[in-house]
RNA sequence: GGGCGAUUAGCUCAGUUGGCUAGAGCAGUCCGUUUACACCGGAAAGGUCGGGGGUUCGAGUCCCUCACCGCCCACCA
């Protein structure tokens, strides 16, 4: 025996060392494997890519916890003979990465657009850079056995490749347009944003009832009387008959000093319950008004700019912020005793989820995906969906799912996937930022256009405008493999066997993801959506920098070893519930990783090499021991291939402390001390053939400590990596 | 306004096709320097499984209802 085991387990020394034997070894790239012979050629496949983190800073315990969940599944997938892949990558995360370089320039007195485009990006990338190589540490660390030889960005020169290839493509389809309509504008940020990207707060707000002028027949409500110097018309619904003779006739009023031109139309969207059931129309800064205008063919009018502040004629608020304005209009609305009443109510307020600023829709010239546009989906390998078939996005999208063609872990998710198609409307894909793909189109002269490929004429003028992070990122299951190159890569792990990711960016990753694979490919990104929760403190609390109860992964791995880390990540947490860490819980799988060492200990002081080999006489009491162990290793199988490491981890932590040790072991050791020869030899067999395989199914969960003893005790430089998954 | 989740031991949580005396970690109690392990072993204690009703031979598990907490979605101005 190894004099180490009579220390306690020690994981600090060993990590570290085995991380690199793995990786050096090159198990990590399937193709090593086969070369290796440790996986066959003609071994099916079984592949995943990481959620690429962003390059914002350093990984949380989410990402620990994503990490292990992969990594376990991986591992098993290796030990059982797949080819397994798994790419890792970061994400460039444009505007989260170019808000928080912003932030570190502005400490150092320094302002983006003093270093214009150029040496900005370079800030940026030089961080980018930075934050990458953390990351890729912090990963190493998990003991995450992610091919590194394939490693991929979303801003990488390949993943351009594949932008632009998707963004020519739904051009010429037409699913991509250019147009002016109002948007999401955020204040702060200083761009366009996604649907998506707005959290809704509610707030208290005043709900005011006035008349534009004295001479206007109508009363209408707002919680916005700043806005209706933009009004073009006031809508009623088509039953009522308050207002059923003003109808189609256009009024011309004074509205505090701005001249309006209001037209009366009838709408059946206005509650005619609510307010005084007329609504003023403000089509330039309302998405439901300009929706209702552009019904109407109303004029747009907008009085509101980029920097939430006001542009009208109106002397008393032009100029002024949108607040201000707010309050000045009231007051001029009492003083001339427009105001009829004052409500207070509850409101929800749009705000940018990134910056917290207050929404202002804006009508802004943008790039958008169409959902709902059919086009022809000329190659499909989609169940139910022939060749040639018109479809739309938002079609494909629920197909693959509702088809089970894609399977949503927990299920329940799959109800809120639908219920975001259904509400789904074009996703605006540009933003007016620098970090980023940038939107690939060069405007020439007399309206010439190139889309998709430089066209390096010096006439021609790139789009100032770089796409949504999300773009890149929704092409990353084959981006990563090379596409739109037909490699090797692309061919033998496409689609995917497993997305693992949080269920927080379902809308944001997940669907888009597999809106741009049905429709680029004909093809499921991947087969499986297993969605974990969120990792709160101890108190139930969200962890962030901010609130001082983050936690770093690593602090946790230098006290407690990765493997304890990764344990209690892991048990107990079913997808899709959230949990609260706390330490005890990786005190306890440190003692856990201490208990294996020290059983370890006594079997390779009781027994040897030989024992392995089954003797001529097993007890019946060891036979039992054994066809106890191999139906466990039966239903763990099935189990992780189910998903359900939660479960699975939690029995090997059972079986290996209070059956192995606490019955096993110590049955064992009476018959080693008292019983004749044959009892001995059968306790020793159980033994060491029980450790060898704990060893093997511990080793996706606590990947270190197993094989740490298991080069111990196998001279040969095997490795248990790539050892065989036991047989049940 | 719509949807979802949670409510189990003092604390944090498992318990997924309804089935033996409901489990784990931590905390607490008692005993133990038995040759793997004090990062341990043994023993005991602790729960009307949120309330109420129902289905069933049998319910923590299924159905209804109420309560409280949390999350997501939403263009009632």
């Not at 892949?85 to 990465?97: F, S």
């Not at 499921?524 to 990792?535: E, Q, S, W």
């Not at 602090?555 to 880390?565: M, N, P, Q």
């Not at 490491?645 to 080693?672: G, M, N």
Request: hydrophobic share 40%; glycine share 6%; net charge negative.
């Amino acid at each position: 025996m190894d004099n180490k085991f009579l220390k306690p387990y020690e994981p600090k020394e060993v990590e570290s060392d085995i991380y690199s034997k793995w990786r050096d070894a090159g198990f990590f790239n399937p193709d090593v494997c086969i070369t290796k012979g440790v996986t066959r050629m003609d071994a099916p496949t079984y592949s995943i890519v990481l959620p690429p983190p962003n390059v914002t800073g350093v990984l949380h315990l989410g990402h620990a916890m994503m990490l292990a969940i992969q990594d376990t599944i991986v591992r098993f997938q290796r030990m059982r003979g797949k080819r397994t892949l798994w790419i890792p990558g970061t994400d460039h995360a444009a505007i989260a990465t170019q808000t928080k370089v912003e932030k570190l320039l502005q400490k150092d007195g320094k302002r983006k657009h003093d270093l214009g485009r150029e040496a900005f990006l370079k800030e940026v990338d030089a961080f980018a850079q930075d934050s990458h190589d953390t990351i890729a540490k912090q990963i190493s660390a998990m003991g995450a056995s992610v091919d590194w030889s394939r490693e991929a960005f979303t801003l990488d020169d390949t993943r351009e490749k594949a932008v632009h290839t998707a963004f020519k493509k739904m051009y010429e389809d037409g699913l991509i347009y250019r147009k002016e309509k109002v948007i999401n504008w955020d204040p702060k940020g200083q761009t366009v944003i996604s649907d998506d990207e707005i959290v809704h707060e509610a707030r208290k707000a005043t709900l005011y009832t006035f008349k534009y002028a004295a001479d206007f027949p109508i009363a209408i409500s707002t919680t916005r009387p700043e806005t209706k110097y933009g009004d073009t018309a006031v809508a009623v619904h088509p039953d009522d008959t308050r207002y059923a003779q003003f109808v189609g006739h256009t009024f011309e009023v004074n509205f505090a000093g701005e001249q309006l031109s209001i037209q009366i139309i009838a709408d059946p969207s206005v509650d005619p319950e609510f307010g005084t059931g007329a609504l003023g129309v403000t089509p330039a800064h309302s998405q439901t008004d300009y929706d209702m205008a552009q019904a109407h063919n109303l004029p747009l009018k907008q009085v509101i700019n980029e920097y939430a502040k006001m542009t009208t004629s109106s002397e008393l608020v032009n100029g002024l912020k949108v607040e201000e304005a707010r309050t000045k209009t009231v007051e001029w609305l009492r003083s001339q005793a427009l105001m009829i009443d004052e409500q207070e109510s509850d409101q929800n307020v749009s705000t940018a989820e990134r910056t917290g600023a207050i929404i202002e829709p804006l009508p802004k010239l943008q790039w958008f995906v169409d959902v709902n546009k059919k086009f022809t989906l000329k190659h499909s390998h989609l169940d139910g969906i022939t060749d040639g078939a018109q479809v739309s996005l938002k079609e494909l999208m629920t197909h693959v799912v509702e088809s089970g063609q894609i399977n949503i872990l927990p299920e329940r998710f799959e109800k809120t996937y639908f219920h975001w198609i259904t509400n789904l409307r074009d996703w605006c894909i540009s933003r007016q930022i620098w970090y980023g793909h940038r939107i690939p189109v060069w405007y020439g002269p007399d309206g010439a256009l190139s889309v998709g490929q430089d066209p390096h004429d010096q006439s021609f003028v790139q789009d100032d405008d770089t796409l949504d992070t999300w773009f890149s990122s929704a092409l990353w299951t084959f981006s990563t493999l090379g596409w739109p190159d037909a490699t090797e890569d692309f061919a033998h792990y496409h689609p995917t066997d497993l997305l693992e990711t949080g269920y927080d960016i379902i809308f944001f990753w997940v669907a888009r993801m597999i809106l741009m694979s049905t429709y680029l490919l004909g093809d499921i990104p991947f087969k499986t959506i297993y969605l974990h929760g969120i990792v709160r403190d101890a108190k139930g609390k969200k962890m962030s920098k901010s609130l001082g109860n983050a936690i770093d992964p690593l602090d946790l791995i230098e006290t407690y070893g990765t493997d304890a880390v990764r344990m209690s990540l892991l048990v107990g947490i079913g997808p899709g519930s959230d949990t609260n860490f706390s330490e005890d819980k990786v005190r306890a799988y440190k003692k856990f990783a201490n208990k294996i060492w020290n059983a370890t200990r006594f079997v390779l002081e009781q027994t040897t090499d030989a024992d392995f080999a089954t003797p001529d006489t097993l007890t019946q009491q060891d036979t039992q021991y054994l066809n106890d162990f191999n139906s466990l290793v039966h239903e763990i199988t099935k189990e992780i291939e189910e998903y359900k490491l939660y479960l699975v981890s939690e029995k090997l932590y059972h079986y290996v402390w209070h059956t192995f040790a606490d019955i096993i072991i110590e049955d064992c050791k009476k018959r080693i001390a008292q019983g004749n020869e044959d009892e001995k030899k059968s306790a020793r067999h159980t033994l060491r053939y029980l450790l060898i395989n704990q060893l093997k199914v511990l080793h996706p969960f606590m990947p270190f400590i197993t094989e740490e003893i298991w080069q111990t005790i196998h001279k040969d430089n095997t490795m248990l990596i790539v050892s065989a998954w036991p047989h049940a």
